[in-house]
């Protein structure tokens, strides 16, 4: 009977807490960021990245360029968690046609088909009605060249994000199913110098970027968050938006919610021991409640908002519930 009302005040609390953001913010939220690592056979999945930046053109754009770039790296290596081994930067005079290349071959190989690949590109671009590339020292690399390197890959997932002007012209070709494809302008026409960069990379330092508040800032959070930033910083100059960020995902959406940069925090992981069948079920559970998370969210546009709105909160709440179970369990377990 006990057992019986804690369970229910549990869940009492629980849909209490979602439904301050439900009504409010209309954002869904977890009570608590948490990444489950799980200890086990099953095979480790990685993440390689690859960031390039391009000619400069000066001395303020080196600098700008450099900044992102290592913007990007650190938030990799730091809260991603991604090893000094998996990350590649080419800048200044290494940011060559054939180191390029050479690098794009080196992830082919190292990358496993259950592996994700993470390619940043940050620079110049240009389009001449026809051909689009991406300006580096010495002979560019063009769009057919970029959708040829792309194709070597066998990693489960590609997200290819391209920050230059005129890289909207990238998307027909390059894209394809497993890849999540972003462009800082929508066309090849939209030729002005881009501020979607800036925003990209601080999005993956940025808490405010993880709008579903579980450690994570995906690739699709993270286009959202600087799509959004440009706009607004448009506006408060009084000009005119001259670039329109766009992103191609086979998974209609689905898939760029689910690219990361690494696994996240160590430090907010918890470690689950699946060798206990009751965890390993829980987890289970806990997996099939996340997924109908996710096919919930593609139903939104066909659905009542209202409707919406109560079956994910109740589906958050089982989520919640079913997370303090495992971290209860796992905290039992833990204890010397």
């Known amino acids: ?53 391009g000619v400069p053109g000066d001395e303020e754009h080196a600098q700008k360029f450099q900044k992102w770039a290592t913007t990007f790296v650190d938030a990799a290596k730091g809260k991603d968690a991604v090893p000094d081994a998996n990350i590649t930067l080419l800048a200044d005079r290494r940011a060559t046609r054939e180191n390029i290349e050479k690098a794009v071959a080196t992830l082919a ?68 199913p497993g890849r999540v494809i972003v462009t800082a302008t929508k066309t090849g026409g939209e030729r002005n110098e881009t501020a979607f960069a800036e925003y990209f990379v601080g999005a993956f330092a940025d808490e405010a970027a993880d709008r579903d508040r579980n450690g994570h800032v995906s690739i699709a959070e993270a286009f959202e968050y600087s799509k959004t930033k440009v706009a607004q910083a448009f506006q408060q100059k009084g000009l005119l938006l001259t670039e329109h960020a766009t992103m191609d995902d086979s998974g209609g959406g689905q898939l760029a919610s689910t690219v990361f940069l690494g696994t996240g925090r160590a430090e907010t992981a918890l470690q689950i021991d699946t060798s206990d069948p009751v965890l390993g079920a829980l987890a289970a559970e806990r997996d099939a409640i996340e997924q109908q998370v996710a096919a919930l969210k593609l139903k939104k546009a066909s659905m009542d908002e209202a409707e919406y709105d109560a079956r994910m909160e109740q589906l958050l709440t089982d989520l919640a519930l079913k997370t303090k179970v495992i971290r209860d369990r796992q905290a039992k377990k833990d204890k010397p």
């Open 109 to 176: 190989a190292r990358a496993k088909p259950t592996d994700g690949v993470v390619i940043l590109l940050i620079g110049h671009g240009s389009f001449d009605g026809r051909q689009a590339a991406f300006n580096l020292p010495g002979p560019d690399l063009t769009l057919t060249d970029w959708a040829r390197l792309l194709g070597t890959l066998r990693a489960a997932h590609v997200a290819f994000v391209n920050t230059s002007s005129s890289s909207g012209a990238f998307l027909p070709t390059v894209a394809s």
């Open 1 to 53: 009977m006990q057992a019986t009302k804690a369970r229910k005040r549990d869940g009492d609390l629980a849909r209490g807490m979602f439904r301050v953001f439900v009504f409010s913010f209309r954002v869904f939220v977890l009570p608590w960021p948490i990444v489950f690592v799980f200890a086990g056979p099953a095979a480790a999945q990685q993440t390689h990245v690859l960031v390039v930046v």
